[in-house]
T-cell receptor
Framework: AQSVTQLGSHVSVSEGALVLLRCNYS??????LFWYVQYPNQGLQLLLK??????LVKGINGFEAEFKKSETSFHLTKPSAHMSDAAEYFC???????????????FGTGTLLAVQP | DTAVSQTPKYLVTQMGNDKSIKCEQN?????MYWYKQDSKKFLKIMFS???????INETVPNRFSPKSPDKAHLNLHINSLELGDSAVYFC??????????????FGPGTRLLVL
């Protein structure tokens, strides 16, 4: 069974500092991996996804993530944090053997990012 | 021009009541989902539908009954509400079958509180 683990339920950074949110996955096959962001009282929005093309994936709002098979990781980074980045971030995995409506996204437990002025 | 919309946004009700949550997407997607997010922010899929057909039915009490009148709508009816049903329920949609790397688009959520 697939799963993702997000290390650190809360991360606090200063404005302008590097953001690093960790995600490790467990999967019997090369997975597809996603990062979603949830702003307060809103639904989830896709930041970026890895679907077996380039291992370094660039997303919206200056975020990027690198798929490292040897480390089973898909950490999310941003060089310089903005106050507007404060939100909950979810890593998710899906099994490429299952298509469309049969495909379940398995979410991690989320990391709450706080950005200090 | 909201892509995925849900009503109501907030729902406060008593134990034992029956309630419904509605979801509509205007993206032309074939597949829709219901997720439950608990108080610890853990998000878990409940159901998925493709073109009005139930595809995924996770281990959810049969008090929860999804209904899809057409591919743009997926409603969730909950009978005999319990305290443990209190959560945020998210509707989502994606393009369709065969594309397992698709983006899912989420609605704003319905915050259900059972007293």
């Amino acid at each position: 069974a697939q799963s993702v683990t997000q290390l650190g339920s809360h991360v606090s950074v200063s404005e302008g500092a590097l953001v690093l949110l960790r995600c490790n996955y467990s999967s019997s096959v090369p997975p597809y991996l996603f990062w979603y962001v949830q702003y307060p009282n809103q639904g989830l929005q896709l930041l970026l996804k890895y679907t077996s093309a380039a291992t370094l994936v660039k997303g919206i709002n200056g975020f990027e993530a690198e798929f490292k098979k040897s480390e089973t990781s898909f950490h999310l980074t941003k060089p310089s944090a903005h106050m507007s980045d404060a939100a909950e971030y979810f890593c998710a995995v899906s099994d490429p053997r299952y298509g469309g409506a049969t495909n379940k996204l398995i979410f991690g437990t989320g990391t709450l990012l706080a950005v200090q002025p | 021009d909201t892509a995925v919309s849900q009503t109501p946004k907030y729902l406060v009700t008593q134990m034992g009541n029956d309630k419904s949550i509605k979801c509509e997407q205007n993206l032309g997607h074939d597949t829709m989902y219901w997720y439950k997010q608990d108080s610890k922010k853990f998000l878990k899929i409940m159901f998925s539908y493709n073109n009005k057909e139930l595809i995924i039915n996770e281990t959810v009490p049969n008090r929860f009954s999804p209904k899809s009148p057409d591919k743009a709508h997926l409603n969730l009816h909950i009978n005999s509400l319990e305290l443990g049903d209190s959560a945020v329920y998210f509707c989502a949609s994606s393009q369709g079958l065969g594309a397992f790397k698709e983006t899912q688009y989420f609605g704003p959520g319905t915050r259900l509180l059972v007293l």
